[in-house]
């Protein structure tokens, strides 16, 4: 695997948000489990995958269109 893991502290740096608007307002509403990070050995610690992160902002920011994220990765066009 070649997949880049970030600590929330690291990712707010890269897409210049405050970590705690990333803990409380996008992880589990936009960034969701097993898709864009994981919890290493079923612990508490959580990692971020950037690339993940990274092809799912720039596909939803091209979109130019209406767009609410849905539970199972999707996204339903309003």
């Known amino acids: 695997?070649?997949?880049?893991?970030?600590?929330?502290?690291?990712?707010?740096?890269?897409?210049?948000?405050?970590?705690?608007?990333?803990?409380?307002?996008?992880?589990d509403s936009v960034l969701?489990?097993?898709?864009?990070?994981?919890?290493?050995?079923?612990?508490?610690?959580?990692?971020?995958l950037w690339e993940a992160i990274e092809r799912d902002m720039f596909k939803h920011s091209q979109a130019g269109t209406l767009a609410l994220p849905m539970a199972n990765g999707g996204v339903c066009h309003g």
């Open 1 to 27: 695997m070649t997949d880049t893991y970030l600590t929330t502290e690291e990712l707010a740096v890269r897409i210049k948000y405050d970590p705690r608007t990333i803990r409380e307002r996008l992880k």
């Open 32 to 48: 969701l489990e097993g898709t864009h990070y994981i919890r290493p050995f079923g612990g508490r610690k959580i990692l971020y």
